[in-house]
């Protein structure tokens, strides 16, 4: 289920290009997101890259210059795509291959330092990575569900099903963004006030969730399942998203088939997809506490007990355009840990393919919102209005939904003793009027 | 809105296919359907074809032949592309032109009669016509919702924001088949029976929905609503649609979120896209009560009000594998009138773009069950249960819910003195057991 360990996890590795040296930074030499750019300002055709540093390494110039080795068609998705699907498509053992082609031209030891295959981050316009097929996204924070169920279902917050069932619903994939793009305010139905009539208009709740996102690598066949130990063979690697939400619209349209409009305006996505074989080293076990009813046997496994876990910490930030006005710079609004989630990626796996339902590479199945125990760890505002903590800025601004302006950031990183931190990135967006303005262009 | 009336609607119109003079058929020279296929038996890249009486016109023939005039950027995109998208992102200009080609092309009266540009219908392998980017399914069926809302709840059948919202959610586009693909009966997780714990394994509740779906053809722009009127400029035509359901699975994993695995195992589409210009004739007034609260004001139109329904017949039939053994035939399981749902088409865009959602051209917009308030329009086997009337086949077997051997057939038509009837073929989808087989191969 999970990938070995080998010498591109190694600590000591430095790389050539010296930024990536920080041990602080997001993207060292063991770390090696794929992401799809190309030079600000250009209209080339999108190429891939692996963030390093400061730094994208180009593997289409790679290819040009015969930087690296591997099998032909991981070479060819490498050097020729414009997204990373083909590349997804190639399964588990070609994502290795290109990890250690890769590891190799950037290590300081090597001999194939090459500055011309290099364009620095600032200069690279970051695109949504993969083409998109289909959008899941889960519900897998016990903790989340229990303090949103609070809110409608004061007596029994947890739907029946929760500890079975890996609950999800399906997403839009249209309208899946990239960080940096600014989202706007989106209008629809806001229910009725005092027995009048909904209205139309602005949603008055805008909402963050702070999320994961697996992408799918290799797809799965119509009809066939994927056995829980087999899941991760399923799986490219990782992203941030954040699943942006209307409560009231939400709240007006979900019953009896779920959130659609109060979604499916926006939904964005860190750029750098961070792989299964970079996280190798922060696998844990999972989460079910003992005394909970096993899982169904599809959903139940020895390995995805001991090793199901991903211990990622993900963090939310805000910024308000007052705050920005007075320099003072983003406040946290949320810190939890991706391995407090009650189901595991391999479950969300094995669930949604249970039933026959293919795969296709580029799928993109989302955690649901990481929250956690703690008074800090709630991964959206409305759970922190159904705990009563409503966020509070250091302007004094209070925040019981998003205000036209803010911006909203997520990052994630890895960090444990005896290996390098693995950063994702960060997915940062600014929220737009909904006629399309900020507060600063007033 | 609706398109014009020209003279390919002419009810006098004879093909030089004699099998399209038929007055019963589906296929006449005034419906002129697209759809994607290949010789059977061949591996020849799949091309676009329009069926005409029990042929199709093979439109890359029709192109290397240059049997047709249009503008260049159609008459490429009928020549060379393997799916309708092209076409479809064209928009109805460029729908209206080929369609104006192609009736040309098979007038009696004309002289390009070119039997070497038809293929028999019986020799062509149909594919799903479309590349699916989203898959959005309706509730549009009042009688339906309130038929279904009873079994959940009895005393507020119809959820509050019914005849306000356009309720739906998004359905699974990796899953969709065209018709003839047999379905294998899902696994998933049963409730709980008396107290215990959920189990896994075969749909005791397998269901079909007869359903009709609209095919987008040019897209909108992201944060870009379409207004009402605009709505029907960005469909390009319609098609049957199966929206396969496991009741068992759909109660135990729907709430909160909405359905999910309970649908995502298959949805069937029919292979022909019955396009928007070819249904002008049968456009009539909305169904919405006089009495019911208006729509909000993006929901509503004078327009809409008068011309938004669409008159066309729906049928379900079923055929048991004992029915075949005995040859009795299929058996009529309901018929309804597309025209008596409660939102309309256009209301069905304007609402999913109204939160600046993007349609791509592809995405699939179902309507969601088709029932009516006859007796025998209840447009699944659920909703029979509900009002107290499950199925009795002529051979005394009776059906709650589908068995494996069933093969369900979806049928649409079109009729109106003083035009041609415009049929939609079928979507005819045989149902296999848990592990593949069917009752014949035991």
């Known amino acids: 289920m999970t990938r070995p360990l080998d010498d591109t996890h190694d600590p000591g590795l430095r790389s050539w290009v010296a930024s990536a040296n920080d041990p602080a930074g997001d993207f060292p030499i063991q770390n090696l997101p794929l992401g799809v750019f190309r030079r600000r300002g250009r209209s080339d055709v999108p190429r891939l890259g692996v963030a390093i540093g400061d730094q994208v390494l180009d593997l289409r110039r790679c290819g040009e210059l015969r930087l690296f080795d591997g099998p032909p068609e991981v070479v060819a998705a490498a050097r020729e795509a414009s997204s990373l699907n083909r590349l997804l498509a190639l399964g588990p053992e070609a994502h290795g291959s290109l990890r250690r082609a890769v590891s190799t031209v950037l290590r300081a030891d090597g001999s194939r330092a090459e500055p011309a295959a290099l364009v620095p981050l600032a200069d690279a316009e970051l695109r949504l990575p993969v083409e998109v097929g289909d959008y899941t996204d889960f519900y897998a924070s016990i903790v989340h569900a229990r303090n949103v169920g609070r809110l409608f279902r004061p007596d029994h917050p947890l739907p029946p099903s929760y500890r079975h069932v890996p609950l999800a619903y399906h997403g839009r994939s249209s309208s899946l963004v990239v960080s940096g793009m600014p989202v706007k305010r989106p209008c629809g139905q806001r229910p009725p006030a005092g027995g009048e009539r909904p209205s139309f208009g602005p949603t008055e709740r805008l909402d963050y969730e702070l999320e994961l996102g697996a992408w799918v690598g290799a797809g799965s066949r119509p009809g066939q399942p ?5 899941a991760e063979r399923h799986l490219g ?86 705050m920005r006005r007075c320099g003072i710079g983003p406040m946290r609004l949320s810190r939890a840990r991706f391995r407090e989630m009650y189901w595991t990626v391999a479950q969300m796996v094995a669930h949604h393919t249970s039933n026959g339902c293919p795969l296709r590479p580029g799928d993109l199945l989302a955690s649901g919102t990481v929250s956690g125990s703690e008074d800090d760890a709630a991964g959206c505002l409305l759970e922190r209005a159904a705990i009563g903590a409503p966020a509070t800025l250091p302007t004094g601004e209070r925040r019981g939904f998003l205000a036209d302006g803010d911006e909203v950031t997520l990052r994630a990183y890895c960090s444990r003793d005896g290996f390098a931190r693995i950063g994702f990135g960060s997915c940062s967006v600014r929220v737009l009027s909904a006629s399309g303005g900020s507060p600063e262009s007033r």
């Open 226 to 230: 994927v056995a829980i130990d087999d």
């Open 237 to 322: 690697g990782f992203c941030l998203v954040n699943d942006w939400s209307a409560r009231d619209l939400q709240a007006w349209e979900a019953q009896p088939l779920g959130p659609f409009l109060s979604k499916s305006f926006a939904t964005s996505v860190s750029p750098w997809m961070v792989t299964v074989d970079a996280l190798a080293p922060f696998r844990c076990a999972a989460a079910r506490p003992a005394g909970d009813p096993p899982p169904l046997p599809h959903l139940a496994s020895a390995r995805n007990d001991a090793l199901g876990g991903l211990d990622v910490t993900v963090e939310a930030w805000l910024e308000s355009a007052e």
